[in-house]
């Protein structure tokens, strides 16, 4: 018995050996939980077309939107373990989806391969041009002096900016009442128009808001400042010195791919990482690179998922 285990064993390093001296033979998918058009789908197109000129093979983008990143998640999970389905995975479907969403069937740190971070993202807070609040701390005075009149617009329950303001009422002890939307654009359009107060978005699709004169910027949720946006403070500068969060995007690919393969991806990946046109556009968005590797991504997931729990524990932010 124990022969054939140590065969099989041999039998499978040597496949996975020769899997990964002959990978990529045909093209790759790569899964994106959004629709097309929006922020993640623009960052993957970028990620794909550079991952595909390393690798020697197309890599083609295959949008599967809903149940934030959920719908996706579930086809990796169910895929082959043989690299050509992978998951280019933004951080709140592994570290918010799961803890809102009941209808959710995997495990963030055990059901996938874990290939690697791509790039950090900032959101920031944009507060209504004609608001009498000119940076975080006038923002919370008013708030607390008004109880019921401020209120922050969200992508809708569970969204990440949702869950970035909950965390900025219960740092602050403020109450703030929350307008869900279906999408970050009619919460957009109603924070412009002065509707709702407030709203965190992403840094790639605020910056055209702000340099526009549509909305203004009180900080950015990172712990140091954003180079797209060198003269907005942080949070940390605004007096919140706990609130530091950042979202990312990371590589994934189904459960149980072999540790040659994995290899091969990861290297590919910094390969990416180093390429001056890449570092350029995911710059001009906003991005900053990260090149975390399997390790790093896990121990990511397992300490936001602690975060966010608490967050969604003490907002009584009901489970769908």
Do not use: C
């Not at 064993?9 to 001296?21: E, F, N």
């Not at 992978?86 to 290939?115: C, G």
């Amino acid at each position: 018995m124990l022969r054939l285990m140590l065969a099989g064993a041999l039998l499978a390093l040597i496949q996975g050996a020769a899997l990964a001296d002959t990978y990529p033979s045909r093209p790759v998918r790569l899964l994106v939980g959004y629709t097309p058009g929006g922020p993640v789908d623009t960052a993957a197109r970028i990620y794909a077309d550079h991952l595909g000129r390393v690798l020697k093979q197309p890599v083609i983008v295959d949008n599967r939107p809903g149940a934030s990143g959920a719908i996706a998640a579930s086809m990796t999970v169910s895929a082959k373990a043989d690299g050509y389905t992978l998951y280019f995975v933004a951080s709140p479907t592994m570290t918010m989806t799961p803890l809102i969403q009941k209808s959710v069937n995997f495990k963030p740190a055990q059901d996938f391969t874990h290939v690697g971070l791509i790039t950090d993202y900032t959101n920031v807070l944009l507060i209504n041009k004609d608001f009498p609040a000119r940076n975080v701390e006038e923002l919370v005075s008013y708030a607390r002096k008004h109880p019921g009149d401020v209120s922050f617009g969200s992508a809708g329950i569970g969204a990440s900016n949702h869950l970035s303001a909950e965390l900025l009422a219960q740092m602050t002890g403020v109450k703030m009442l929350h307008v869900p939307y279906k999408g970050n654009a009619p919460a957009m359009a109603d924070v412009i128009s002065g509707k709702v107060t407030f709203m965190f978005d992403i840094t790639g699709t605020a910056i055209g808001h702000i340099q526009g004169g549509k909305v203004r910027a009180l900080a950015v949720t990172s712990k140091t400042r954003n180079a797209a946006l060198p003269t907005v403070p942080t949070l940390v500068e605004s007096g919140l010195r706990q609130y530091d969060v950042t979202g990312w995007y990371a590589l994934v690919g189904p459960p149980g791919m072999p540790a040659d393969l994995v290899d091969r991806l990861v290297k590919a990946q910094q390969a990416v990482s180093q390429e001056p046109s890449f570092r350029t556009r995911m710059a001009e968005g906003g991005y900053d690179l990260n090149t975390g590797g399997p390790a790093d991504l896990q121990e990511r997931i397992g300490k936001e998922l602690a975060l966010w729990s608490n967050v969604v524990r003490t907002a009584n932010i009901a489970v769908e």
